[in-house]
C-alpha cells in the first residue's frame, strides 16, 4: 500500500471544501436550541435554477446526503428542503433538534461536474430558550431588512426592544409600547400569538454594520439575544421587463407601457430606455405609442443602474403593421406579447384565503388550451391547464369563458410558499403567448375589530328562542379562531369558543350583561366592541335589551314587536266571535223556552163557573200556587183586602207525573200565579150588581 505525505492531505481537503466562485452561499455559524427548529437559506445564481439541491453533513464533496429536491420538494425524517428557483434560494428546515446534530453540513448543487458547496457550521445548545433567532443577518445598502426573535410563551405580556451592543448595557433603539414601536428609520412589531417579534430597518447604510441585540423586559435579568448585521453594496441585478396592467391593445387611440425593474442591488438605481444606441428615456416605464413610430421595426432595450455597475434588459421588439390612422403594432419581449395577453402584473394573497387571476385574451385564442404555470420563461412548469373550458390539479383550479375572452386561475388556501413568478399562458402551434404575473402571498393582522350583530329568528318560545350574536373578522390570514367573553366583577369568563353567541332567558342570572369576542390567528388577537344585555322582565314570558355599538333591540323569549301587534288585533277578533256566540246560545235557549210555553195548555179563568168546572176536573188533587208580585203589583195586599172584589191570576201549572193514567191519582200539581194590574188579553171583566165601578180589580192567568 502506498503511503501518502501527510502534509499533502492540508491541500486536498482545502481543494474539497472550497465553493465554486459565489454561486453558492449561506449563513454561518447556525445556533439552534434543543427541541426547537431551525431553517437555512441557501442562495444560488440564476444558471442553477434547474438543477436539484441536496443538504449534506459533512464539509467536502464526500458528505453524506441527508435530503434532496425531487422537483421542487424533498423531504426524509427530520428534515425536508424546498427550492425557490424565482428568488434563487433553497431553503432546509431542521425540526426538533437533538443536541447530536451539532456538526458541520454542506449547501450543495448537482452538475454534471464539479459540485457548488457552501459550509455551514451548525451549533445546537440545551439553552432554556428564552431569545433566540438568527445570529447573522445580512442586508443590502439603501434597502430593508427584517429580523425574527424568537421567545417562550411565559414572555409575551413584557415589552421587547432592539438594542445596539451585544451586552447589558446595549443603547436601545426600538421598544414595544403596547405591540409596536417606531423610531427614525426602524419599527418592531410584537406578536405574542405566534412568539415572535419583529425589528425592521429601512434605508439600510453601511454604517449599520454591528452587532445587536434582541431584549425583552423583565423585573430582573432581562434574556438577549446578540445579532450580527452585515450591510454591503450589493451590484445591480439584470433588470426584468414586464408589461403594466392592463396591457392594452395597442390602436391610435392607445398605448402599451413596458416595465423595467431590477429586483436585487444596492440602492438608489436608475433607469433608461434605449432605441439601439440612442437614449430615449430616463424612467423605468416606456410608453409606446402609434404616433412615435417611424418605420416597421423598433428594438429597446433598459439599463439599471448604480454605485456598482450596470446591466441591461432583454430586448423589447415592436413590429408595426399599419400606420396613420388604421395604426397596428405588437409588441414583444422574451414570452410576453402586447395584446394576445393581459392580467394583473401584481396580485397580493392572504394565507388561508383564495386568490383569482383574471387572464383577458383576444378572440383568436377562444379555442386554444390556457394553462397556469409556475415561472416567467417557456422552461416554466405547468401548475394546471384546461381540458375543454375547465382544469383542476390540487388547489389550483382554471375556467376559460370563450364569449368574454377572459380565463380565470383560482388558488385556493394559499400558502406563503406560493409566492413567486406566474404565467399566464395560451398553447399555440407556434409561439406561446405569455404575460407574468408575480404573487405575493403574506399574513395579513386581524382586522381592528371583529364586526358583531344579532339575529333574531321569526318565532319565539320562551324554550327555544334566542338573540344570535355573529362575530366575523373580515380580514387575516386564515384559520381564525372565535371565543365569546362574559365580563364580570370577578374577571373575564370564556363561555364560548364559536364565532356565534346565543342569548337565552334561562340563561340571565342579573339584571345585567356584557359579552365581547375575541378573533385570533397565528399573526395576533383582536377584540369586539361590547354587548350589553338589559333584563326588563325575569317573569315569564322574559324580555331583555341587547345593545350593539349604540343600537337596541327588543327581544321577548314569547313575542317580537310585531308578534305583540299580531296578538292584539287576535284579541280583538276572538273576544268578538265569543261574545257573539254567547248572543247566539241565549237566542237559542230564549226561542225553545218560548215554544215550550206555547205548548202547555193556557187555561182562563175569567167565570166563576169556568173556575169550578176546572176544579171538578182536579179532584182530589193538591193544588199549590206561588203569587208573585213583579213590579209594582200589589197582588198580596189585594188578596187580603178585596172583600167583595174579583181577583184574576194567571196560573202556570206543571203536572208531575210521567203519564196520563197517573194524573188523576195522587197528582200534585204546582202553579206560579203571575198578578197583573190590568186585565189580560182575552179575559172579559165582569161586572157584578151592586160593585163600585172604581173599585180596583186584580186580574190572573192561570195556564197549567
Given at each position: 500500500m502506498v503511503s501518502l505525505d501527510k502534509t499533502m492531505w492540508i491541500p486536498m481537503l482545502l481543494i474539497y471544501s472550497l465553493p465554486v466562485s459565489d454561486a453558492l452561499r449561506a449563513e454561518t455559524p447556525v445556533r439552534g436550541v434543543v427541541g426547537k427548529n431551525i431553517t437555512i437559506d441557501c442562495h444560488y445564481e440564476s444558471q442553477y435554477r434547474s438543477h436539484t439541491k441536496y443538504w449534506c453533513h459533512g464539509w467536502t464533496r464526500r458528505c453524506k446526503v441527508e435530503v434532496e429536491t425531487n422537483g421542487r420538494h424533498g423531504r426524509r425524517g427530520r428534515e425536508s428542503i424546498t427550492d425557490n428557483p424565482e428568488r434563487g434560494i433553497f431553503t432546509v428546515t431542521v425540526e426538533d433538534l437533538h443536541s447530536g446534530d451539532t456538526g458541520w453540513y454542506s449547501c450543495g448543487i448537482t452538475t454534471s461536474g464539479l459540485d457548488p458547496m457552501f459550509n455551514v457550521q451548525l451549533q445546537v445548545s440545551d439553552v432554556s430558550g428564552a431569545l433566540w433567532g438568527k445570529q447573522r443577518?445580512?442586508?443590502?445598502?439603501?434597502?430593508?431588512?427584517?429580523?425574527?426573535?424568537?421567545?417562550?410563551?411565559?414572555?409575551?405580556?413584557?415589552?421587547?426592544?432592539?438594542?445596539?451592543?451585544?451586552?447589558?448595557?446595549?443603547?436601545?433603539?426600538?421598544?414595544?409600547?403596547?405591540?409596536?414601536?417606531?423610531?427614525?428609520?426602524?419599527?418592531?412589531?410584537?406578536?405574542?400569538?405566534?412568539?415572535?417579534?419583529?425589528?425592521?430597518?429601512?434605508?439600510?447604510?453601511?454604517?449599520?454594520?454591528?452587532?445587536?441585540?434582541?431584549?425583552?423586559?423583565?423585573?430582573?435579568?432581562?434574556?438577549?439575544?446578540?445579532?450580527?448585521?452585515?450591510?454591503?453594496?450589493?451590484?445591480?441585478?439584470?433588470?426584468?421587463?414586464?408589461?403594466?396592467?392592463?396591457?392594452?391593445?395597442?390602436?391610435?387611440?392607445?398605448?402599451?407601457?413596458?416595465?423595467?425593474?431590477?429586483?436585487?442591488?444596492?440602492?438608489?438605481?436608475?433607469?433608461?430606455?434605449?432605441?439601439?444606441?440612442?437614449?430615449?428615456?430616463?424612467?423605468?416605464?416606456?410608453?409606446?405609442?402609434?404616433?412615435?413610430?417611424?418605420?416597421?421595426?423598433?428594438?429597446?432595450?433598459?439599463?439599471?443602474?448604480?454605485?456598482?455597475?450596470t446591466k441591461s434588459s432583454e430586448m423589447?421588439?415592436?413590429?408595426?403593421?399599419?400606420?396613420?390612422?388604421?395604426?397596428?403594432?405588437?409588441?414583444?419581449?422574451?414570452?410576453?406579447?402586447?395584446?394576445?395577453?393581459?392580467?394583473?402584473?401584481?396580485?397580493?394573497?392572504?394565507?388561508?384565503?383564495?386568490i383569482t387571476i383574471d387572464c383577458h385574451y383576444e378572440s383568436q385564442y377562444r379555442s386554444h388550451t390556457k394553462y397556469w404555470c409556475h415561472g416567467w420563461t417557456r422552461c416554466c412548469s405547468a401548475v394546471v391547464e384546461t381540458n375543454g373550458q375547465h382544469g383542476r390539479r390540487g388547489r389550483v383550479s382554471i375556467t376559460d369563458d370563450p364569449e368574454r375572452r377572459i380565463f380565470t386561475v383560482t388558488v385556493g388556501d394559499l400558502h406563503s410558499g406560493d409566492t413567486g413568478r406566474y404565467s399566464c399562458g395560451i398553447t399555440t402551434y407556434g409561439y406561446d403567448p405569455m404575460f407574468n404575473v408575480q404573487l405575493q402571498v403574506s399574513d395579513d393582522p386581524l382586522s381592528t375589530f371583529p364586526a358583531v350583530g344579532a339575529t333574531i329568528p321569526g318565532n319565539f318560545s320562551c324554550r327555544g328562542g334566542s338573540v344570535t350574536v355573529s362575530?366575523?373578522?373580515?380580514?387575516?390570514?386564515?384559520?381564525?379562531?372565535?371565543?365569546?367573553?362574559?365580563?364580570?366583577?370577578?374577571?373575564?369568563?370564556?363561555?364560548?369558543?364559536?364565532?356565534?353567541?346565543?342569548?337565552?332567558?334561562?340563561?340571565?342570572?342579573h339584571q345585567h350583561h356584557q359579552y365581547y369576542c375575541t378573533a385570533s390567528n397565528k399573526l395576533g388577537s383582536k377584540s369586539s366592541e361590547m354587548v350589553n344585555v338589559s333584563i326588563s322582565s325575569s317573569d315569564v314570558p322574559c324580555s331583555f335589551l341587547v345593545e350593539i355599538n349604540g343600537t337596541e333591540l327588543e327581544y321577548s323569549c314569547q313575542t317580537s314587536k310585531r308578534s305583540k301587534y299580531t296578538s292584539r288585533?287576535?284579541?280583538?277578533?276572538?273576544?268578538?266571535?265569543?261574545?257573539?256566540?254567547?248572543?247566539?246560545?241565549?237566542?237559542?235557549?230564549?226561542?225553545?223556552?218560548?215554544?215550550?210555553?206555547?205548548?202547555?195548555?193556557?187555561?182562563?179563568?175569567?167565570?166563576?163557573?169556568?173556575?169550578?168546572?176546572?176544579?171538578?176536573?182536579?179532584?182530589?188533587?193538591?193544588?199549590?200556587?206561588?203569587?208573585?208580585?213583579?213590579?209594582?203589583?200589589?197582588?198580596?195586599?189585594?188578596?187580603?183586602?178585596?172583600?167583595?172584589?174579583?181577583?184574576?191570576?194567571?196560573?202556570?201549572?206543571?203536572?208531575?207525573?210521567?203519564?196520563?193514567?197517573?194524573?188523576?191519582?195522587?197528582?200534585?200539581?204546582?202553579?206560579?200565579?203571575?198578578?197583573?194590574?190590568?186585565?189580560?188579553k182575552g179575559i172579559r171583566k165582569p161586572h157584578s150588581p151592586g160593585t163600585p165601578e172604581n173599585t180596583e180589580s186584580i186580574y190572573a192567568s192561570v195556564v197549567s
Open positions: 443577518v445580512e442586508g443590502v445598502v439603501g434597502r430593508a431588512v427584517t429580523i425574527d426573535c424568537h421567545y417562550e410563551a411565559k414572555y409575551r405580556p413584557h415589552a421587547k426592544y432592539w438594542c445596539q451592543g451585544w451586552t447589558g448595557q446595549c443603547r436601545v433603539l426600538l421598544e414595544t409600547n403596547g405591540q409596536h414601536g417606531r423610531s427614525g428609520r426602524g419599527s418592531i412589531t410584537d406578536n405574542p400569538a405566534r412568539g415572535i417579534f419583529t425589528v425592521t430597518v429601512e434605508d439600510l447604510r453601511s454604517g449599520d454594520t454591528g452587532w445587536y441585540s434582541c431584549g425583552i423586559t423583565t423585573s430582573g435579568y432581562d434574556p438577549l439575544f446578540n445579532v450580527h448585521l452585515t450591510v454591503s453594496d450589493e451590484p445591480v441585478s439584470v433588470p426584468v421587463l414586464g408589461f403594466l396592467s392592463p396591457a392594452n391593445v395597442p390602436d391610435v387611440r392607445g398605448s402599451v407601457t413596458v416595465s423595467c425593474k431590477s429586483e436585487r442591488g444596492s440602492l438608489p438605481i436608475s433607469y433608461t430606455w434605449y432605441e439601439n444606441t440612442l437614449k430615449i428615456s430616463n424612467n423605468n416605464n416606456l410608453d409606446l405609442r402609434c404616433r412615435s413610430f417611424k418605420q416597421q421595426s423598433h428594438q429597446y432595450y433598459c439599463k439599471a443602474s448604480n454605485d456598482n455597475g423589447v421588439t415592436v413590429a408595426v403593421s399599419n400606420t396613420g390612422e388604421n395604426c397596428s403594432y405588437v409588441v414583444h419581449f422574451g414570452n410576453n406579447v402586447s395584446g394576445a395577453l393581459r392580467a394583473e402584473t401584481l396580485v397580493k394573497g392572504v394565507v388561508g384565503k383564495n362575530c366575523e373578522s373580515v380580514r387575516g390570514s386564515l384559520p381564525i379562531s372565535y371565543s365569546w367573553y362574559e365580563k364580570t366583577p370577578s374577571g373575564d369568563s370564556k363561555i364560548s369558543d364559536n364565532n356565534a353567541l346565543d342569548l337565552h332567558c334561562q340563561s340571565f342570572k288585533v287576535t284579541y280583538i277578533v276572538v273576544s268578538g266571535v265569543t261574545v257573539l256566540l254567547l248572543i247566539l246560545i241565549i237566542t237559542f235557549f230564549w226561542h225553545r223556552k218560548r215554544k215550550t210555553k206555547e205548548s202547555k195548555c193556557n187555561t182562563s179563568h175569567g167565570e166563576a163557573n169556568n173556575e169550578t168546572q176546572e176544579m171538578t176536573v182536579l179532584e182530589g188533587t193538591d193544588v199549590y200556587a206561588n203569587l208573585q208580585q213583579l213590579g209594582n203589583n200589589r197582588a198580596g195586599d189585594h188578596l187580603d183586602n178585596n172583600e167583595g172584589e174579583i181577583t184574576y191570576a194567571v196560573v202556570k201549572c206543571q203536572r208531575k207525573t210521567r203519564s196520563r193514567q197517573h194524573a188523576a191519582e195522587n197528582a200534585v200539581v204546582y202553579a206560579d200565579v203571575n198578578f197583573h194590574r190590568n186585565c189580560p
